[in-house]
């Protein structure tokens, strides 16, 4: 690689470090192109980004972007992205079927150096339609009480109307 080539990497990772609210990195060794491929294809439709970047241009990239420096050794994959529970929850999901072959190795979540605790406890959480769902569940609750009981009332006005004409 170039060193004007290398500049290139390095510009391109600090901007889409900056505009990330997760960064992770795993160690990836021992694992197939098919196997990285499916983490990929897992990330796309979460619009979440994966990348092999060499330890010293990612860990120049992470300081432009303003974050901690990374200290890695041995080969390491990015996951990153806007929306950090999308992000953990991609990594998480692969670290699962793939425990010993994909590792934890640092974080910056939210502008902070994170460890796997915090990013296990991300990828907990509910993703972001989740949340908007269960939201929306509360605020359409009182309308969807109201619109029962009204439903509950003419059906008990109905059949008591009923009963009274069959007692005549």
Known sequence: MTREQKKEVVAYISE???????IL????????CKELEELRIAAKE???????VKNSLASIASQNAGYAKFELVDPT??????????TCKVA?????????????????????VADFD???AFADLPS???????LLSVWTAPARNFVTGLD???????????SEEDAA
Do not use: P
Request: net charge positive.
């Open 118 to 120: 915090r990013v296990k």
């Open 77 to 86: 994959i990015f996951i990153w992205g806007e929306d950090q529970i999308a």
């Open 128 to 134: 972001r339609e989740e949340l908007i769902g269960m």
């Open 25 to 32: 990195a795993y160690s990836y060794k021992g694992l197939t």
């Open 92 to 112: 998480n999901d692969f670290s699962k079927s793939k425990k010993d072959l994909f590792t934890y190795k640092a974080a910056i979540v939210e502008g902070e």
């Open 46 to 52: 979460k619009d979440v980004k994966v990348q092999i």
């Open 152 to 162: 509950n009332l003419r059906d008990k006005l109905e059949n008591g109307s009923n």
């Open 16 to 22: 889409e470090f900056k505009a990330s609210n997760a």
